[in-house]
């Protein structure tokens, strides 16, 4: 018997389903799927997870930074450890199939470790597919390779990182928060990520009023020079001027060239910028399609098909229901080699390319399947054809004859297979011979005025700190989409719906600005410093580095003052405190006023 890891129990199920023959088992709550030489188990995520030992009975600054990451099973997921190691004890083989990044990585190679104590990831078989469809599900699994020991290494290095810097950096600003508010119980929390993220908010959000009215003169000749083709007169640009009234073509040139217009396949990020939806609801609406079968894997960085056939085969299902012009296809869409063992750039297979035809993909997810429909079908876009036409003018200027070839017009002959804006200006060529010119002078002023007294409001939406994180290299592209709504959840309590800081965002996000200077570029430093690793004997030393950031910002820490924070009526000095409501059934920040006896929201 062999047992398959699945990422999570839908996966779990559409492979069962693809394979054929399964029936589902329940044992203890947790659902399987037994078929054959099969035993298909699916995960939840992470069912093992970094935790720091000692952490939870420090009770000063000084006792850290706590460096001893231990993997714990998450108690809500004993069952589910259980039946694994159970079925992985009685199995011939075990073969990991979570989804294809480094997240799937540990999360497989943890379970397989802790049940079947195996370490090597080269010893360790893994089915890497880019879609849930059967052609590629079945090879997967019938020809499994050795696990990406880069991948992995990536993956636990990202998990480690976050466990060390996180736990540590938030139990001491939580300890700093306790001392100044003691009836205080939700945690403060910083992250790796989610600080920078959290600074960048606080600066980036606002409103004010800005007195600007800055005058400009601009005052300048403007000489034009006219060729007079009979009954018209167009502009010649030429270097240097004639002193004569009339000048010489002597040739006619016309240049071919082709002009590239396919636009690169998309990868996660790409998606969430095209999307004018939020990051988190694209992701979702994403994963959802994938584990139809209708989409490839879609986090990734690759805008690259590992296999041209599964191209060409996307292209001629497309051609089944839409009518494609002859010159476009898969061969002109752009290459962008990318590191090996990675999956796809993210497409409609063509299961999904049917179900999009024939109506079966509907509402939230038609509306991202036709983003990523589209972006394909300009993928495979021909060349524009361009023409450009330059004439050579011989004539007279101050210093002697001049020879010159100089740009008179440009076109386009497949104008018609254009993706994007093209626009010229159609012009008659002259043949050669001498042509009379008309010179023109006209003195020009220009004033313009900047208006005063003008308000500026800054507000960012999901889309805009996803883009921004992407841009500045933080978070990885299976990540980005969860901090927005982290920051808002009511353990933290840092931003509001709009993305504007609440109080709490704002003391934060100033102690990471000014005190701690955790700088975005430092976090994305770390993120490409993870990226390089290779081996999982590098993991040590990059350990070290972690641990050495930490104790420095533990440091930092211990200058820092947790700032009054004063009642908005009467301005006494407040008392930060959680209260869980109700009515909203949640978990609130309030600010409880000792003088008025009230409590206020901030
Ligand atoms: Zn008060």
Redesign the pocket.
Known sequence: MKVVIAEKEEAARRIADLLGGFREIEENGVTYFAGGDYVIVPARGHIINSTIRGLRQTTSLDELPKLEVAWRVEESERNRYMVFRRLVKEADDVIVATDWDREGEVIGYNIVRFTRRIKNPSRIKRAYFSSLTLGEVKKAIEEPVPMNEALLTQGLARNIADTIIGLNLTKALTLLFKQKYPNLTQAVTLGRVQSPLLAYIKKKTGAYIERDNHISNLSYIEKKLYIDLGDKQYELKLPVEPINDYVEVVDVNVAESLLPQAEKLFNTDDVMRASKISPGATMSIMETLYLKGYLTYPRTTSRYVRNPEFLAEIEREIRKYYELPESFSWRNTPVEPVEEAHPDAILLTPEGIRAYFEGRIRGREKFIATIVLARTIRSFAPPLKKKVIQLRVRYEGVSGVVEETVPWSEEYENVNEAISLVSFTRKPVPTPGRYRVIKITSPIEKVTSYGAFKSYVSVLSDTDLVSWMADVGIGTEATRQIFPSLLRDERHNYTDENNLPRTLGEVVGEIIEKELKISPSLTSRMEKHINSLKRLSELEGFIEEVAEYTRQLIEKMKAINIPDL???????K?ELVNRYSRQLRRNMLLLY????K?Y?EI
């Open positions: 004063t009642c908005p009526r009467c301005n006494n407040a006023c000792g003088n008025c009230k206020y």
